[in-house]
Nanobody, 124 residues
Framework: QEKLVESGGGLVQPGGSLKLSCAPS????????MGWFRRAPGKASELVAAISSNGDSSYYTDAVKGRFTISRDNDRDTLNLEMNDLRTEDTALYSCAKRRGARFSIAPQSYDNWGQGTQVTVTS
């Protein structure tokens, strides 16, 4: 059974940093692109970042460019999202998701497995 488990969320002040991790199981992690999505209260789910299966290409939504870094370790089956200079508008439930293919996509419907998410709250 495919499963994704996120960790690393928490409460942080504006300007702070957090590192999210995603632990996959039940599938061959290194042949699928992966993405990080977030859902803020009252808003639609948003693709924050995505990475190809071998890590050689990535995507960031404009709101997080230069502040967030997505990475993966295919030897350890881990997906990460390093978040710096956090802002109150980054507050959301962050989930990792598996893409149906090796190349990343910005289309949410192309992701077929989602984790339960980890809450990130940025507040002073």
């Amino acid at each position: 059974q495919e499963k994704l488990v996120e960790s690393g969320g928490g409460l942080v002040q504006p300007g702070g940093s957090l590192k999210l991790s995603c632990a996959p199981s039940g599938f061959n992690f290194d042949i699928y692109a992966m993405g990080w999505f977030r859902r803020a209260p009252g808003k639609a789910s948003e693709l924050v970042a995505a990475i190809s299966s071998n890590g050689d290409s990535s995507y960031y939504t404009d709101a997080v460019k230069g502040r967030f870094t997505i990475s993966r370790d295919n030897d350890r089956d881990t997906l990460n999202l390093e978040m710096n200079d956090l802002r109150t508008e980054d507050t959301a439930l962050y989930s990792c998701a598996k893409r149906r293919g090796a190349r990343f996509s910005i289309a949410p419907q192309s992701y077929d497995n989602w984790g339960q998410g980890t809450q990130v709250t940025v507040t002073s």
